[in-house]
């Protein structure tokens, strides 16, 4: 049972635009959000996180949306470059919970055309 | 600089053998995760240990064992149970209410 899902595995976008990642769980515990970047043979590397106190958080480049009625979330590129280039992960943990786990979704692979 | 560090980079196992992937960390973190990543089916933990002496199975622990004698340290090991062990596998730390540091992998290969 997928608990955090990403239906998308690939999208392609030109330089410039704005790429659009989408993630949906279906847990209604969880309450923390993140978006890891891999690049391959590369460990993941944090992106970019929410609470599920917030509905937007906004660092440079990169937004995080929370819809937790629609138990949904979604991370904006503006601008996409050629180096966002990597797959995205998107992960949900139950900060509440004791053990911190974090549950990935399968990943989208990003591909940002010059 | 503090970091955690994954070894080998690229491991080969005949089949039958049992192998141990390394994981250490210097940032004093209390928690440690193994991931393994396949294609399409994103990461899926096989075990975790929020402090020494104790560990979790987690959803695919099964041909996977572990141990936690030091802080620092998180070993996997890759029994001859594990029906189908080539893979990428990531190793985790991260204090308790914060994200995950994760290793460079270890690319696992039976030949």
């Known amino acids: 049972d997928q608990q955090v899902k990403q239906n998308s595995p690939s999208l392609s976008v030109q330089e410039g635009r704005i790429s659009i990642l989408n993630c949906d769980y279906t847990n209604s515990m969880f309450d923390y959000f993140l978006w890891y970047k891999k690049y391959p043979a590369e460990g993941p590397t944090f992106l970019i996180s929410i609470s599920s106190i917030k509905d937007k958080n906004e660092d440079g480049r990169f937004t995080v949306f929370l819809n937790k009625s629609a138990k949904h979330l979604s991370l904006h590129i503006v601008p996409s470059q050629p180096g966002d280039s990597a797959v995205y992960f998107c992960a949900a943990s139950a900060e509440g919970g004791a053990t911190n786990k974090l549950i990935f979704g399968t990943g989208t692979l990003l591909a940002v055309q010059p | 600089d503090g970091g955690i560090t994954q070894s080998p980079k690229y491991l080969f196992r005949k089949e039958g053998q049992n192998v141990t992937l390394s994981c250490e960390q210097n940032l004093n973190h209390d928690a440690m995760y193994w991931y393994r990543q396949d294609p399409g089916q994103g990461l899926r933990l096989i075990y975790y240990?929020?402090?020494?002496?104790?560990?979790q199975k987690g959803d695919i622990a099964e041909g996977y064992s572990v141990s936690r004698e030091k802080k620092e340290s998180f070993p996997l090991t890759v029994t001859s149970a594990q029906k189908n062990p080539t893979a990428f596998y990531l190793c985790a730390s991260s204090r308790v209410g914060y994200g995950y540091t994760f290793g460079s992998g270890t690319r696992l290969t039976v030949v």
């Open positions: 240990s929020q402090i020494v002496n104790d560990f």
